[in-house]
C-alpha cells in the first residue's frame, strides 16, 4: 500500500487515503445510525437554562459571531445586578429590540476559566460561549 497523499488548505491538512484493493461497504463507512446520531449529540454545545433572576442584556441588534460568540450591539442595557463594564461571570441572556435577530444564552468555560462575556454598556455586550435559541 502506498503512503497518503496530502493536500494543504487553508486551515486544516486533508489527508487523502490511497484506495485499497478490497472497497469498504457503505454501510460499514457510515457506522450504525445510532452511533452516528450519538457522536452529533455529544459534540453539540447544549443550550443553557436560564432562570427568570439570571441576567439579561438588550440591544437594538444582535448577531452571530465566529466560534460560538453572541453580540448585542448598539444601545444595550443591563438587567439588574449585570456589569455595565468587563467581564461577565456567570450565565447571561443577550436579547434584541428587534424581534428577528437571534436571541443567545451564554455560559462560562469552567475548564479554561475564561468568563461567559465581557460588558461594554451602552455600546456592545458579547458573550464568549452562546448558543442561539432553539427559536430563532
Do not use: H
Not at 436560564?50 to 459571531?65: A, M, S, W
Not at 469552567?110 to 456592545?124: I, N, S
Request: glycine letters at 8%; one cysteine or more.
Amino acid at each position: 500500500m502506498n503512503p497518503p497523499n496530502r493536500l494543504l488548505l487553508p486551515a486544516a491538512i486533508v489527508t487523502l487515503a490511497v484506495a485499497s484493493a478490497v472497497p469498504a461497504s457503505a454501510s460499514a463507512i457510515a457506522g450504525p445510525p445510532s452511533s452516528t446520531a450519538a457522536r452529533t449529540t455529544a459534540n453539540a454545545p447544549a443550550a443553557a437554562e436560564l432562570r427568570d433572576d439570571d441576567l439579561t442584556y438588550t440591544c437594538d441588534r444582535t448577531y452571530v459571531g465566529k466560534k460560538g460568540k453572541g453580540w448585542g450591539w448598539p444601545n444595550c442595557s443591563g438587567s439588574e445586578g449585570a456589569p455595565k463594564k468587563g467581564p461577565i461571570n456567570e450565565k447571561f441572556a443577550i436579547t434584541s429590540r428587534k424581534s428577528s435577530d437571534p436571541k443567545f444564552q451564554c455560559e462560562e468555560v469552567e475548564e479554561e476559566g475564561f468568563p461567559a462575556g465581557e460588558a461594554t454598556l451602552p455600546e456592545k455586550v458579547v458573550g464568549f460561549n452562546c448558543t442561539q435559541d432553539a427559536d430563532d
